[in-house]
C-alpha cells in the first residue's frame, strides 16, 4: 500500500462529514416525523374517560375505557348541523322571493266594497248568556226554565235510587259473610 498524501485523506475526510451529516440528517428527520404526528391528537381527561380532539380536522371524539379496551366515539358536531340548517333556511328564502316576485301584483283601487262584517261567524246563542242592557249597563242573568229544572231533578232523583240500591246491595253481602 502506498501512503495517503494530504489531499486524499482531506477528500475522504470531506465525504466521510457528508456522510454522517446524511445520516444524522436522515436519523433527525425519522425522529420528528413521530413528534409531529404525536401532536396531531389533544387529550383532555373528563368524568367518563377522555376528550380527545383531532387538531388537524377539528373533529372531538370521547374514549372510554371498557372490558376490551379503550373506545373512541365522535362527538356530534352542533355547527354542522346548525350550518346546513342555514342552508337550507337560505335556500327556501331565495325560492320564496323568486315566489313572490313572479306572483300577481295588486295596483290601483279595487272595485269591490269589503264586507262590513264576517259571513262566516255565527251568531251565538243569546237566551243563555248574559247580557248587557243599553242604558244602565247592568248584567242580566237569564233564569232556567221549569223544563231545565225539571230535567235536573229527574237526574238527581235517578242518582239518588242507584245510590241507595248500591248501599242496600253492599249491607245484604257484609250481612250474609258475617
Not at 381527561?45 to 379496551?69: F, K, N, Q, W, Y
Request: hydrophobic fraction near 35%; glycine fraction near 8%.
Amino acid at each position: 500500500m502506498r501512503p495517503a498524501n494530504s489531499s486524499t485523506t482531506s477528500w475522504l475526510a470531506a465525504a466521510a462529514l457528508a456522510a454522517a451529516m446524511t445520516i444524522s440528517g436522515g436519523c433527525l428527520a425519522a425522529q420528528s416525523a413521530p413528534d409531529s404526528e404525536n401532536g396531531r391528537y389533544s387529550m383532555t381527561p373528563i368524568p367518563e374517560g377522555v376528550l380527545r380532539l383531532d387538531t388537524r380536522t377539528g373533529t372531538m371524539s370521547t374514549c372510554t375505557r371498557s372490558g376490551a379496551g379503550w373506545a373512541c366515539y365522535a362527538v356530534p358536531d352542533e355547527r354542522s348541523a346548525l350550518d346546513a340548517e342555514i342552508g337550507r333556511l337560505q335556500a327556501e328564502i331565495e325560492t320564496l322571493k323568486g315566489q313572490l316576485a313572479a306572483g300577481p301584483t295588486v295596483s290601483g283601487k279595487v272595485d269591490e266594497a269589503l264586507p262590513k262584517s264576517d259571513p262566516l261567524k255565527k251568531a251565538e246563542p243569546q237566551p243563555r248568556e248574559p247580557k248587557v242592557a243599553e242604558g244602565d249597563r247592568r248584567i242580566e242573568i237569564p233564569l232556567p226554565s221549569d223544563q231545565d229544572v225539571d230535567r235536573v231533578m229527574s237526574f238527581l232523583e235517578k242518582a239518588w235510587r242507584r245510590l241507595i240500591d248500591m248501599a242496600n246491595r253492599v249491607q245484604k253481602d257484609v250481612s250474609g259473610k258475617i
